[in-house]
């Protein structure tokens, strides 16, 4: 899972303990160590107070599915024209 451990490498790169994160999003260590281990699902909420404490941006996309490769070549025209 690529944002656990975008997030894990984050903080190691500040220098910051799972404690010190959690005193900077208002949360206990054991909450960072069960995000980190990939035991809970974090929340958007949560996603974003840990990226803002880390100094990141969090970035959240949809991309539409299906359709064949032309169909959504002409969605993408269509999007540009806009």
Known sequence: YSLIGDIIRLRKARGLTQAQLAAMVNTK???IARLESGRVTPSL???EAIADAL???FVCRLEP???SPK?????KANAARR
Do not use: Y
């Open 29 to 31: 260590q054991p909450a």
């Open 45 to 47: 909420e949560s996603v």
């Open 55 to 57: 100094g990141a941006q």
């Open 65 to 67: 599915q299906g359709g």
């Open 71 to 75: 169909s959504r070549g002409k969605q």
